[in-house]
């Protein structure tokens, strides 16, 4: 014998008394542990599955299965599983299911069952021991729930940080974000874009003369013309107090003027149906871009405010919507 093990102290005579010890364990244990033959009934369960199944003696339990307390789905599910289990030999360890009861009650346990096996070495049936996970579960799901409910309120909270509040446009971090995804697509895909940068003409002296309602009315009526004109791939954003930028993609020199001609068509129908006490003029910045050109959008849009610019001092910022000189960045 190695001198470093203790031999077993005698004691009491419960102690070596199997079927004491196992007829304590089924008494005293909080979990739920039963016995089955080869046809998934119970043999012998524990006190607290007991109270669990609603029955006042164990022994009740004896010759019954799973069909007669629980609701059928979850019943076939467990037998499948039994039935399995006694064909391959193979243990379930620590699996999750979820107990349906006959009168609507739902409850979690976390189950492992093994092959109860004869003398001989003969599969004859089953054991298994099933803790209630049920709070955890819950609070789990409260968690996960929690989890949804912060991811859109975020995505809610970054959408409200993209778009404009006036005019429910994008803003320019807006256009920063979106654009840049947008414009790389582009350069993969060998697709041409132009961007269009606009200036709400006279706003401060719309503002002087009739205050800024009436400025902010002129805001959200040119971005309303914008968004009419939209087609589903392109972006737009106000950028700023009266500057707005669209970007539109597989587009060449015509197309971007027939857009333009769209917002001043637009822009006179607007005027009219709103009885605006002021003409809505915009000028007008072109940039052409090559999906070899390089530059982030704000790059892009310097050269696009530049080409606007050169139109307002060329003396045509008078003439509503002019269509500014173009200009490869």
């Known amino acids: 014998m190695d001198d470093n093990v203790l031999p077993l102290q005698p004691g009491p005579d419960e102690l070596v008394d199997d079927r004491y010890l196992l007829d304590t364990f089924l008494e005293h244990t909080p979990d739920s542990v039963y016995f089955k033959d080869g046809k998934s009934r119970f043999i012998r369960i524990s006190h607290a599955l007991a109270e669990r199944l609603g029955l006042d003696d164990a022994a009740d339990a004896i010759g019954k299965t799973d069909f007669d307390f629980f609701a059928a789905e979850h019943a076939r599910e467990a037998f499948a599983d039994e039935q399995r289990l006694m064909q391959n030999g193979e243990s379930l360890v620590g699996i999750e299911e979820r107990e349906n009861w006959e009168d609507g009650r739902e409850a979690w346990v976390s189950t ?59 803003n320019r971090r807006g256009l920063q974000l979106v654009g840049e995804q947008a414009l790389y697509k ?86 009219e149906r709103n009885s605006l006490r002021y003409e809505l003029s915009v000028s007008v910045g072109i940039c052409e871009i090559d999906p070899r050109t390089p530059g982030s959008i704000e790059e892009l849009l310097a050269h696009a405010d530049r080409s606007m610019y050169d139109e307002k001092l060329g003396g045509r910022a008078a003439e509503p919507f002019e269509l500014g000189g173009r200009r490869s960045a």
């Open 112 to 170: 492992t069952k093994a092959p109860l096996r004869d003398r001989a070495g003969r599969i004859v049936g089953l054991f298994g021991i099933s803790r209630d996970i049920t709070e955890r579960r819950r609070n789990e799901q409260q968690l996960a729930e929690q989890a949804v409910r912060l991811a859109e309120q975020t995505r809610e909270l970054e959408q409200m940080m993209l778009v404009d509040d006036l005019t429910g446009l994008l």
């Open 186 to 271: 582009a350069r993969r895909d060998g697709t041409g874009v132009i961007l269009l940068f606009l200036d709400l003409d006279g706003l401060k002296q719309i503002n002087d003369g009739l205050g800024h309602s009436a400025g902010d009315e002129a805001i959200r009526t040119l971005a309303g013309v914008i968004r009419e004109v939209m087609r589903g791939s392109d972006i737009a954003a106000r950028i700023g107090g009266d500057e707005f930028a669209i970007l539109l993609f597989d587009e060449n020199g015509e197309a971007a003027a027939r857009v333009v001609e769209r917002i001043e068509q637009g822009a006179a129908t607007a005027r």
